[in-house]
Structures are given as structure tokens and as C-alpha cells.
């Protein structure tokens, strides 16, 4: 069983920063693919930033320039450093693993986190 679970989101003022954290847990054979994808009331979910295990990153347009995508020393961990933050940026935030299990290492599986929420006030 898998388990990723987010930390870091509360609400800022609009320019302000804030660190989101996500660490996946439980029989990982590998781990590839992570990102943050996020979904604002009454929108669909969308990518925000994603990075391969090899440290290749990807943004949506949006966020480029803004936000940060990086993973922990420990493989299974993944931030976001959101700065200059806007309230567009409002909504809930999912951290998302591609992960291979010991129960299947041959084909990876989709997991993601409970969400958290990240508030800009202008």
C-alpha cells in the first residue's frame, strides 16, 4: 500500500510565499514522476509542475517563474516553493507519484495525496 501525504498549505497574502511538502510512503519498488497538480472551485484539476527522478522539470505557464519544483536528498519526498504568490493560485493543491510497487514493479500506478489548500487573499 501507498500513501502520499502533503503539508505547507494555509493562506498568505497575495505576493507572499509558501512551501509545500509531499513525502510517499509504503512499498515503493521506484518511484519516477512527481508533481503537483492543483484544482480551484468549480475547475478541473490541472498540472502545476512535475519532475522526474531524474530532475527534468516541467511548469504550466501560469507558474513559470513563480514556483519551484524540487525533490527531498531522500527520493520519495517532493516540494513546491511558491513565491509571489497571486490569488488566482487559490485552490486545492494534490501531490501525484507515477510509482512502481513491489507487488508490481513492471507497470507504474497513478497515486495521489488527500490535498491541501492554498489560500491567496488579495
Known amino acids: 500500500q501507498v500513501q502520499l501525504v502533503e503539508s505547507g498549505g494555509g493562506l498568505v497574502q497575495a505576493g507572499g510565499s509558501l512551501r509545500l511538502s509531499c513525502a510517499a510512503s509504503g512499498s515503493i519498488f521506484s518511484l519516477n514522476v512527481m508533481g503537483w497538480y492543483r484544482q480551484a472551485p468549480g475547475k478541473q484539476r490541472e498540472l502545476v509542475a512535475v519532475i522526474t527522478s531524474g530532475g527534468s522539470t516541467n511548469y504550466a505557464d501560469s507558474v513559470k517563474g513563480r514556483f519551484t519544483i524540487s525533490r527531498g536528498h531522500v527520493t520519495n519526498l517532493v516540494y513546491l516553493q511558491m513565491n509571489s504568490l497571486k490569488p488566482e493560485d487559490t485552490a486545492v493543491y494534490y501531490c501525484?507519484?507515477?510509482?512502481?510497487?513491489?507487488?508490481?514493479?513492471?507497470?507504474?500506478?497513478?497515486?495521489w495525496g488527500q490535498g491541501t489548500q492554498v489560500t491567496v487573499s488579495s
Open positions: 501525484n507519484a507515477a510509482i512502481l510497487t513491489y507487488k508490481n514493479p513492471k507497470e507504474p500506478n497513478d497515486y
